[in-house]
DNA sequence: CAAGTTACCTGACGGC
DNA sequence: TGCCGTCAGGTAACTT
């Protein structure tokens, strides 16, 4: 379940490993991601390449190469990176391979295959990274994502105010476990019709999910099934959480008992006392 | 055009 | 023991 703070940790992982390096070798299992791998036109954009830089656009990670050519890597619920020895036992789920020119390599694992490895092409980063996410909303951190923005987007939606956050169109980054914590630390219900909230509020909204993001980066992001960092270390940001997987377990500001509802087909987790009905 | 539904995929887990 | 159903959920394609 990666979302934006865990995709970040990964980042901050990687990128002093993997800046500088050489990739000299691909492999690939011959499984398709959500997207089949494009295995021949990575041996070509990028077997020579040097890595210049790894970044982050929503919850994606972008490894760019000094030709401007660029991996682009979606982590689906179960996929992560990481850097391991050359020679070291493969794993079950391994489906990608980059072979480095140090004697590591860094690996694409994923369970259930809803990642995605894509690439592009050199000499016209610009171009097609634009037009690759195009229809990505803003980062939560940046100066295009006010609450103003967002007060506008949502104007005569009746969708769940939930369901809209975790909307990437509208605003990138923010999954199922962000959007309920940052919910319930606002007050807000999460069955809230998207537009029926002020100014006000989302100005607090947009304040808290900002905060909440960058807490649990600092943590290292959420471990609750399988996540680690790419050195192999879980987060902790799970023993924060107020109400995400807690439902009949009791609220820490009011005392009153969480439950757990399906809003949109994604749990739901609501403190009566302190996120009022709509 | 908005909103709702489904497919994709594997493993963990509960019930019988 | 093992079989079956359910759930986890980001994204995009699809239907209403």
Redesign the pocket.
């Known amino acids: 379940?990666p979302?934006l703070p865990e995709v970040e940790v990964i980042r901050q992982g990687l990128a002093p490993h993997l800046k500088g390096l050489k990739i000299i070798a691909i492999r690939c299992s011959e499984k398709?991601l959500?997207t089949p791998v494009p295995y021949n036109e990575m041996r070509g954009e990028l077997l020579g390449q040097t890595i210049t830089a790894v970044h982050r656009r929503?919850?994606y990670l972008i490894v760019r190469m000094d030709s401007d050519a660029a991996i682009i890597i979606?982590l689906?619920?179960t996929g992560n990176m990481g850097i391991f020895a050359k020679n070291s036992d493969p794993q079950?789920?391994d489906h990608v391979y980059w072979e480095l020119d140090n004697g590591t390599e860094l690996r694409f694992n994923d369970?259930?295959?809803?990642g995605a490895v894509r690439l592009l092409e050199a000499g016209s980063r610009k171009t097609l990274e634009k037009q690759f996410f195009a229809a990505t909303g803003p980062e939560p951190f940046s100066r295009s994502c006010s609450a103003r923005y967002l007060n506008k987007r949502a104007a005569s939606?009746?969708?769940a105010i939930k369901?809209f956050i975790?909307d990437?169109h509208v605003i990138a980054g923010v999954?199922?476990?962000y959007a309920n914590e940052s919910l319930f630390r606002s007050k807000i219900h999460p069955d809230r019709a998207a537009a029926s909230l002020s100014a006000k509020e989302w100005q607090r909204l947009l304040e808290v999910i900002r905060k909440t993001l960058k807490d649990a980066i600092e943590c290292g992001g959420s471990t609750i099934s399988d996540f680690v960092d790419a050195s192999g270390r879980g987060g902790y940001f799970q023993i924060n959480f107020q109400v995400y997987g807690r439902a009949g377990r009791t609220c820490a500001i009011c005392g009153e008992t969480i439950i757990k509802k399906n809003i949109?087909?994604?749990?739901s987790f609501i403190c009566p006392g302190c996120q009022k009905q709509p």
């Open positions: 379940m979302e398709p959500r929503a919850k979606h689906g619920m079950k789920h369970t259930r295959r809803f939606r009746k969708i369901k975790m990437s999954g199922n476990i949109g087909g994604r749990a």
